[in-house]
């Protein structure tokens, strides 16, 4: 069965740091293209960041150039976002997505609210 399961989000002041991180069981880590999404209320779905099977790319939404850092552990299964200078309008839920040859898989997602 597979799994992807984030953790890391919650309330953050503006400025501030959180590091999210994805999870994942049921298929081979090391072969999937990871993502992370995010969802603002009454927005679509927006790619933020993603990073290829070895790591050596990654590639980043211009909102958050500079300030978000993708990487993955594939030892650990386990994917990352290191999120700085946080903006209100970062506020989001915040989705792993992983794309596993044809098949893209989903997890439930963290709520990242910003806010003083």
């Known amino acids: 069965q597979v799994q992807l399961v984030e953790s890391g989000g919650g309330l953050v002041q503006p400025g501030g740091s959180l590091r999210l991180s994805c999870t994942a069981s049921?298929?081979?880590?090391?072969?999937?293209?990871m993502n992370w999404y995010r969802q603002a209320p009454g927005k679509e779905r927006e790619l933020v960041s993603s990073?290829?099977?070895?790591?050596?790319?990654?590639d980043y939404v211009d909102s958050t150039k500079g300030r978000f850092t993708i990487s993955r552990d594939n030892a650990k299964n386990t994917a990352y976002l290191q999120m700085s200078s946080l903006k209100p309008e970062d506020t989001a839920v915040y989705y792993c997505?992983?794309?596993?040859?044809?098949?893209?898989?989903w997890g439930r997602g963290t709520q990242v609210t910003v806010s003083s």
């Open positions: 049921g298929f081979i880590f090391s072969a999937a293209t």
């Open positions: 997505n992983a794309q596993y040859f044809a098949t893209h898989y």
């Open positions: 990073i290829t099977m070895t790591g050596h790319t990654t």
